[in-house]
């Protein structure tokens, strides 16, 4: 196994410096006539390099965009937090538009269950760094731009010093905490933000701080954090990859309009004064809806916002990198604690039981999709949702408990890592299913991740 | 989810769920009795489905016919939803 790891490393490694070197070819091809003069001894009259004129022409004849926007393309420098789902489509419609300096942050390093939606990346460079993962494959698409690869996760410390030397900011993240930090940190370095998100089948795009300082921020838009126990990521609910795809393009779309536009440079020529604030649209696509986009139009920014309302009330920069706890603030997602140890059973010890062949019920609470891919042999599916949906006492049971059980038989309940099986254990509890102790009432302590820890090292768990 | 609800019979008003308040609900759409407002609205919701105040209300936004509302401060009432008006329940989707 190790060493099957090292040679993988070792590929990865080589195949990277292969990419980087075809890369610096390339760009000597490309750049080898126009380095400040022609071919035929006359210096370059254009205002774009002589390969530009090749390379971007296709997007320079459209209506409005003209040589004036890919001036403009050219001098920007656009920061993408993330080089995920949204990163990596962003970043490649980005680096082929010809963004002069393409910025990437991103901490995690490349897992194969990241290929089917993050198309920057590619199997043979699972483990390596996703920015230097994504720079790599940038590099082959284009070659005469500068990229810059933040191998780390943005932070209330290094915030700062990596946004201010960007022009325009997409957020590209996957979690509450980073949300909040990035518009923050835009509004207090004056960078419009692009942000955008996925789950499932669903997305959101919205153009913030943009002119910064008029424009809502993202605290305006959503004051509060969603509680932490209903943040699910992608690797436990799951993404479809063109939608998130979706996403990801439409934000390089919106970059790319507003750099053309100069909005970015109009700020910093005018300090904001006279700038207008447009429309501000929230998108929602909804992959599976009659009507897959909508807009709903957003207010202005937010009377009194704690970031942006520019009054002295309003965060500076130095309590961001000093106090901000923005894990805190979004809220630290704590293990259900809803069941005493002793109506808790071991995975070991439902094995016992299970081989022992006793009358009893095992209901796996899991959603459907994750009790398909693999279960424990007899037990039935019951997703939680059917629990807290459940309207109380008095009312039918059938629908959690199924019929054809003896009504002192013992009830296990699992799940995936044993935090909604407390949860449903209690409804059973609460609804007298367990006639005051005298039937067994209980959850298998660490789910199905502990069973394939301890019993069934097969299982294809997700 | 189903981002297109049928129109709403009369007397009624109709309420789209997205991402998270579509999982918690079950539902995509529903149709609800007008006039209601949007504090009545949340009070009404939780009622129906137990929780959803603090796990959705709390954090989301609100449009009303494709235009953002404000949500009212306890105690307050709020905007009046109308008969034939299409209300929004948008909750931040984080991930990516």
Request: hydrophobic share 35%; aromatic share 6%; charged share 20%.
């Amino acid at each position: 196994m190790d060493k099957i790891e090292h040679l993988r490393k070792e590929i990865a490694q080589r195949e990277a410096e292969l990419a980087d070197l075809r890369a610096r070819l390339a760009a000597e091809e490309e750049l080898r006539c126009t380095a400040g003069e022609t071919q035929n001894g006359e210096e370059w009259k254009w205002p774009l390099d002589e390969h530009d004129y090749q390379r971007y022409s296709r997007q320079m004849i459209v209506p409005n965009f003209g040589l004036q926007g890919q001036l403009h393309v050219k001098q920007a420098k656009v920061l993408l937090v993330g080089a995920g789902g949204l990163g990596c489509p962003a970043a490649a419609y980005l680096a082929g538009a010809g963004v002069g300096t393409l910025g990437l942050v991103d901490g995690d390093a490349v897992e194969v269950s990241n290929l089917h939606r993050q198309v920057a990346h590619s199997t043979g460079r699972v483990g390596m760094m996703k920015v230097d993962s994504a720079v790599a494959y940038l590099k082959g698409l284009n070659p005469t731009i500068t990229y810059n690869a933040h191998a780390t996760h943005l932070t209330p410390l290094n915030a700062e010093e990596i946004v201010s030397q960007y022009d325009l900011v997409l957020d590209c993240t996957d979690h509450p905490t980073s949300r909040y930090l990035i518009s923050d940190i835009c509004v207090l370095l004056s960078k419009p933000l692009i942000s955008a998100s996925a789950f499932q089948t669903s997305g959101q795009l919205i153009v913030l701080n943009n002119p910064p300082g008029k424009g809502p921020c993202y605290r305006c838009v959503f004051p509060k954090p969603p509680p932490p126990e209903s943040v699910v990521g992608c690797g436990e609910g799951g993404i479809i990859g063109p939608v998130v795809g979706t996403m990801g393009v439409l934000q390089a779309l919106e970059a790319i309009k507003l750099i053309v536009r100069g909005d970015h440079l109009k700020w910093s020529e005018t300090n904001g004064q006279g700038e207008e604030v447009k429309q501000v649209g929230l998108l929602l696509f909804s992959a599976m809806g009659d009507v897959p986009f909508r807009t709903v139009r957003m207010r202005g920014k937010k009377k009194g916002c704690f970031a942006c309302s520019g009054d002295g009330t309003a965060l500076t920069l130095n309590e961001l990198k000093t106090s901000m706890d923005y894990v805190q603030f979004c809220g630290v997602n704590q293990p259900v604690k809803l069941l005493q140890p002793e109506e808790r059973i071991s995975v070991a010890e439902y094995e016992r039981i299970s081989q022992q062949h006793k009358n009893h019920l095992l209901l796996d609470v899991r959603e459907k999709e994750h009790f398909g891919v693999c279960n424990i042999k007899g037990s039935i599916n019951v997703p939680i949702s059917r629990f807290t949906a459940h309207r109380g006492q008095g009312s039918d049971l059938s629908d959690l408990i199924p019929g054809d059980v003896a009504p002192d038989a013992p009830i296990y309940i699992v799940c995936r890592v044993g935090n909604d099986s407390q949860i449903a254990a209690k409804k059973l509890k609460d609804l007298g299913v367990d006639r005051n102790g005298e039937r067994f009432v209980g959850d298998i302590f660490g789910g199905l991740k502990a069973w394939k820890e301890t019993i069934d090292p097969s299982l294809p768990f997700i | 989810m189903t981002s297109s609800a049928p129109k709403s019979p009369p007397g009624h008003f109709s309420l789209l769920y997205f991402a998270s308040a579509s999982s918690f609900t079950g539902k995509d759409y529903e149709s609800l009795s007008a006039p209601i407002s949007i504090g009545k609205l949340f009070s009404e919701l939780e009622s129906r489905y137990p929780g959803m105040q603090a796990k959705i209300l709390d954090s989301c936004l609100v449009t009303v016919n494709l235009d953002y509302v404000d949500i009212p401060t306890e105690g307050e009432e709020g905007l009046v939803i109308q008969e034939g008006d299409e209300v929004a329940i948008i909750p931040p989707v984080s991930s990516g």
